[in-house]
């Protein structure tokens, strides 16, 4: 494939489905700059990667594993222990949200704890398999039942509190 037309794929790929990703990585880790970030990430190493990805139609699932990747690689980190500047001061003002993107949904996943969200976005939000969601977290597929589970329990509660 020549530069040119591999620019071109890359390019077209990036534009239909960047929207998706960011939601993709918001639905991960909770927060929309972080969701950029992981974004930005993935896009870079799919770029290099992408003669091969491209040639195997790995594009998708290549980008969602370098998103669930690197943040976990982001919660590892020691610096993301520290919270810099002072609390009450230096809190971010929160970004206004469009209208599709604020729901019930969204707010009962962020409140999970940070594998029941992820092995319930792999699984019921982009379908993935047992097997897959195993693969992609790198734990065991009884593990993956196990926060499924109880991950859409708790949005059930969560989401049928809302309608009281």
Do not use: N
């Amino acid at each position: 494939m020549r530069s040119t037309e591999r620019d071109r794929a890359f390019s077209d790929f990036v534009r239909a489905r960047r929207l998706h990703l960011r939601r993709v990585a918001y639905a991960i880790c909770g927060d929309w700059h972080q969701a950029d970030d992981l974004v930005q990430t993935a896009l870079v190493k799919l770029y290099v990667a992408w003669p091969r990805v491209h040639r195997d139609g790995r594009e998708e699932a290549y980008v969602r594993t370098i998103i669930v990747r690197a943040d976990i690689d982001e919660h590892r980190r020691p610096w993301r222990r520290e919270s810099p500047g002072l609390p009450a001061v230096d809190r971010p003002a929160r970004e206004a949200l469009p209208v599709e993107e604020r729901s019930a949904l969204f707010d009962a996943l962020q409140a999970l704890p940070t594998m029941q969200r992820k092995a319930a976005v792999l699984r019921h939000w982009l379908g993935l398999s047992v097997a897959e969601t195993a693969h992609e977290l790198k734990i065991g597929e009884g593990t993956v039942k196990s926060h499924s589970s109880r991950g859409l329990d708790a949005l059930r509660t969560a989401l049928a509190g809302d309608r009281h």
